[in-house]
């Protein structure tokens, strides 16, 4: 298991990322969601990271109002990404250690989180499944490891007389 602690996001993270614009309608976000198994979407505009917008995120837009009895669905369907989305987004770089992206999601409660290069351009996305995939596989190599045959004990005989 000590294999993982030099595990990078690099030789794991998913490239390449699925993203959305910022004018991406929250009725085309809501079809996206509903088709794949993404958990959150990197908001990209002119080749940079801008945000992230989450299955959460998208549902805001349909949450009934103080001021409103019924929701406003055709108007929640034309919200954009760019009012839903999170501008403050929390980063790793394709060097950083699994290790601390596993301490990271478990600390903030994240499923996943965008990889950018130093020009803040996106690289990728690691996520909890990516995690757990090279979990495994050290798993399944200490466990090969521990299941290869012990050589034979040297054995030597003296004439005692």
């Known amino acids: 298991m000590y294999e993982f602690l030099e595990e990078t996001v690099l030789d794991n993270m998913t490239v390449p990322a699925k993203t959305v614009a910022p004018e991406t309608t929250a009725g085309d976000l809501l079809r996206l ?3 794949g198994s993404v958990d959150a979407y990197p908001v990209e505009s002119d080749g940079r990271l801008i945000g992230i ?3 959460g ?5 349909f949450a009934l109002k103080q001021d ?3 929701p406003h669905y055709d108007e929640a369907m034309g919200t954009t990404v760019e009012e839903l989305m999170s ?3 929390m980063t790793v770089d ?16 994240f499923k996943s989180l965008p990889v950018i290069d130093a020009g803040c351009r996106l690289r990728g996305m690691i996520a909890r499944e990516d995690v757990i ?3 495994a596989r050290g798993n399944r190599r200490q466990a090969s490891a521990q299941m290869l045959p012990l050589p034979a004990p040297q054995v030597s005989y003296y004439a005692i007389a």
Do not use: W
């Open 33 to 35: 969601f509903g088709t």
């Open 133 to 135: 995939r090279a979990l």
């Open 94 to 109: 394709p060097e950083t250690k699994l290790q601390r992206v596993l301490h990271l999601m478990e600390k903030y409660h």
């Open 53 to 55: 917008v989450s299955k």
């Open 68 to 70: 409103h009895i019924l």
């Open 87 to 89: 501008r403050h987004v």
């Open 57 to 61: 995120d998208a549902l805001k837009a």
